[in-house]
């Protein structure tokens, strides 16, 4: 049982590296996915895939520990949550930009796509290349620093 829950915890994360090698973001949501699922399952395995009772102390033991499972879930809930976080990011990036290329975003999501002059869709805050005008005039320049 152990050898074969080996493998769908390599084939999953197998999918999910070549997914998250992917250049749609989507795909790259997916493979986190699949690989938070496969630690999940290694969890689970490593535990032990034994044959025993659940840790209710009216049936006999052994006992299984409950742990492996209280982690299980707890990671269940944080990689949904994470998930639904990333795909609203993607579908925001996506409104945006008008695709889903991850090497193509570049600075278009500072953008506004309606403009026709390429102005920027919020004007204090251009992009993290181009710093702030206001900070720019207001900096106080050093004594011997360069310009």
């Known amino acids: 049982?152990?050898?074969?829950?080996?493998?769908?915890?390599?084939?999953?994360?197998?999918?999910?590296?070549?997914?998250?090698?992917?250049?749609?973001?989507v795909r790259v949501v997916l493979g986190l996915t699949f690989i938070g699922y496969a630690a999940n399952l290694a969890i689970l395995t490593v535990a032990g895939l034994r044959d025993v009772s659940p840790p209710l102390l009216t049936l006999p033991g052994p006992?299984?520990?409950?742990?492996?499972?209280?982690?299980?879930?707890?990671?269940?809930?944080?990689?949904?949550?994470?998930?639904?976080?990333?795909l609203t990011v993607a579908l925001r990036a996506y409104q945006v930009a008008g695709h889903d290329d991850v090497e193509a975003f570049g600075d278009n999501l500072a953008r506004d796509p309606g403009a026709h002059d390429g102005s920027f869709a919020d004007p204090e805050h251009q992009s993290p290349d181009r710093p702030d005008v206001e900070d720019e005039e207001s900096a106080p320049v050093a004594a011997g620093s360069r310009p």
């Not at 049982?1 to 973001?25: D, K």
Request: proline share 4%; glycine share 6%.
């Open 1 to 25: 049982m152990e050898t074969l829950f080996a493998v769908i915890i390599g084939l999953l994360v197998a999918a999910g590296v070549f997914l998250l090698l992917s250049r749609v973001i």
């Open 63 to 86: 006992y299984m520990d409950p742990l492996p499972q209280a982690l299980i879930l707890t990671a269940i809930v944080i990689g949904f949550a994470t998930t639904a976080l990333l």
